[in-house]
């Protein structure tokens, strides 16, 4: 049984910084992803907030996930249109980060250091996007999946994971996958068969087969939605 949530675009939002630690707020966050015990968030002035929490809030769901220390970083080469952020996955457990500039019709490609750290971004390569809003990788196609809010698509790409590469990261060849979208927002994969997309456009969700990053016979959830932003699908149940 799959049970679709409607959830914030991060369960766990970061609030009751530790200012003690040196913490700092944040200016009209926009996207947060986490992973270990590194959560960092976008800001609406160009800049990132980046948080190392007591434990990992996504892997082990424990009650003291929350901010001990956060710091306000600005790498070289962020877009000052930058929106969301998102994780891809290496071959070799490494990841690189990718952020949505929505404004800017592309999406940068940042590399991270061992501690999670961002230390600089670039153009990812991507091309034909139109005000982009989320990124998800799939590794083992090594397919990429973005949401375009402005034109109501889903763009497949191809992208490289071997980390071992220089372009580790890098997308090209994107073309549209799936129909039927009314300004999508978020995507989430699960079991690597079916795709989840929020519409904000008609208050939807749609639901994908999925299958080499191709999406196919979507049709819609129109059960009481508000301008749904994120989603995360339960596959243990």
Same mark, same amino acid.
């Given at each position: 049984?799959?049970?679709?949530?409607?959830?914030?675009?991060?369960p766990y939002?970061?609030?009751?910084?530790?200012?003690?630690?040196?913490?700092?707020?944040?200016?009209?966050?926009?996207?947060?992803?986490?992973?270990?015990?590194?959560?960092?968030?976008?800001?609406?002035?160009?800049?990132?907030?980046?948080?190392?929490?007591?434990?990992?809030?996504?892997?082990?769901?424990?009650?003291?996930?929350?901010?001990?220390?956060?710091?306000?970083?600005?790498?070289?080469?962020?877009?000052?249109?930058?929106?969301?952020?998102?994780?891809?996955?290496?071959?070799?457990?490494? #990841?690189? &980060? +990718? @952020?949505?500039?929505?404004q800017a %019709?592309? $999406? =940068?490609? !940042?590399?991270? /250091? *061992?501690?999670?750290?961002?230390?600089?971004?670039?153009?990812?390569?991507?091309?034909?996007?139109?005000?982009?809003?989320?990124?998800?990788?799939?590794?083992?196609?090594?397919?990429?999946?973005?949401?375009?809010?402005?034109?109501?698509?889903?763009?497949?790409?191809?992208?490289?994971?071997?980390?071992?590469?220089?372009?580790?990261?890098?997308?090209?060849?994107?073309?549209?996958?799936?129909?039927?979208?009314?300004?999508?927002?978020?995507?989430?994969?699960?079991?690597? #068969?079916? &795709? +989840? @997309?929020?519409?904000?456009?008609? %208050?939807? $969700? =749609?639901? !994908?087969?999925? /299958? *080499?990053?191709?999406?196919?016979?979507?049709?819609?959830?129109?059960?009481?939605?508000?301008?749904?932003?994120?989603?995360?699908?339960?596959?243990?149940?």
């Amino acid at each position: 049984v799959l049970t679709a949530l409607q959830v914030d675009v991060n369960p766990y939002p970061l609030t009751q910084l530790d200012t003690s630690g040196g913490s700092v707020g944040f200016t009209s966050p926009t996207g947060t992803a986490a992973f270990n015990s590194t959560q960092i968030s976008v800001n609406g002035n160009g800049t990132l907030t980046v948080c190392y929490i007591g434990s990992d809030p996504i892997y082990e769901n424990t009650p003291n996930a929350s901010p001990v220390a956060c710091t306000e970083s600005t790498p070289l080469g962020l877009s000052p249109q930058a929106y969301g952020i998102f994780y891809g996955r290496g071959y070799f457990g490494d #990841r690189v &980060a +990718y @952020i949505s500039n929505t404004q800017a %019709n592309t $999406v =940068s490609l !940042c590399t991270m /250091s *061992g501690d999670n750290y961002i230390s600089s971004c670039q153009d990812s390569g991507a091309i034909g996007l139109k005000q982009p809003v989320s990124v998800l990788t799939d590794m083992n196609s090594a397919k990429v999946l973005i949401t375009n809010k402005g034109n109501s698509t889903v763009a497949t790409c191809d992208y490289i994971p071997d980390s071992s590469s220089p372009d580790f990261g890098k997308i090209s060849n994107c073309t549209e996958t799936g129909s039927g979208f009314n300004q999508p927002n978020n995507i989430y994969l699960a079991r690597g #068969r079916f &795709a +989840y @997309i929020t519409n904000r456009g008609d %208050n939807s $969700v =749609s639901v !994908c087969g999925y /299958s *080499g990053g191709t999406l196919s016979n979507c049709n819609k959830m129109p059960y009481g939605f508000n301008q749904p932003s994120g989603i995360y699908v339960n596959t243990t149940c």
